[in-house]
């Protein structure tokens, strides 16, 4: 509708009868817009779900082949509420094997590492996540452009209860345990830091491609 058919319909209608008009015109877009706004959060929700279902995998008896790229968007997909302002680059190798573990004990180190990392940067940063083939090893690096670990420190930031976070901000529990998951699946984890710069790289055994790997 133009701005001439408005003004015409203005004048039709009088003060009183437009006040009316557009008041019914404000509750259908008002209306419109939420059932857009449901649309959408009904999606997500759907969504989180989804994730939800296959992030929470209970592991159970022998380990099985795991889709680290399925883990890693899973895991960005529960903590998309942390990571709101927070620019998120991903770069996934193309058919990347699957590596033999647990699923849900190797989504608490994707957890740990992005939510050390959406801390860091504190809403306004950028995150980069990268998964690859490295010799023998399929290797996950979660890196932010946040102030970086004091070098002083660097050599401790996988100690039980250490913590680089103020008080009662952190338990320093958190980077223990993906050094105990990662040696559990038999790989590594390294830290580089930087301001500016941080990175944490995680190496694990490439499962049997026979197997489906």
Excluded: C
Excluded at 32 to 37: K, S, Y
Excluded at 143 to 148: E, L, N, R, S, T
């Amino acid at each position: 509708m133009n701005v001439g058919r408005l003004e015409s319909l203005a004048a039709e209608l009088g003060d009183r009868s437009l006040a009316g008009g557009l008041g019914w015109l404000a509750a259908t877009l008002e209306i419109t817009g939420l059932a857009d706004e449901v649309r959408i959060s009904a999606g997500r929700i759907s969504e989180l779900v989804g994730a939800m279902k296959e992030y929470t995998y209970m592991d159970r008896g022998a380990p099985l082949e795991v889709d680290v790229v399925s883990g890693l968007e899973n895991t960005l997909a529960i903590l998309g509420h942390k990571l709101k302002g927070v620019s998120v680059g991903r770069e996934y190798e193309e058919n990347l094997p699957k590596v033999p573990g647990h699923a849900g004990e190797l989504n608490q180190v994707w957890t740990n590492l992005i939510d050390n990392a959406a801390d860091a940067v504190d809403g306004r940063g950028r995150i980069t996540i990268k998964a690859f083939e490295s010799g023998d090893r399929v290797a996950v690096e979660v890196a932010d452009d946040g102030p970086g670990i004091p070098r002083e420190v660097q050599g401790r930031v996988f100690e039980p209860f250490f913590t680089t976070k103020e008080v009662g901000a952190g338990t320093g529990l958190g980077l223990d345990t993906v050094r105990r998951v990662v040696a559990g699946h038999g790989g590594e984890v390294t830290v580089e830091s930087k301001p500016g710069q941080t990175r944490f790289t995680v190496r694990l055994p490439k499962g049997n491609k026979e197997n489906g790997g």
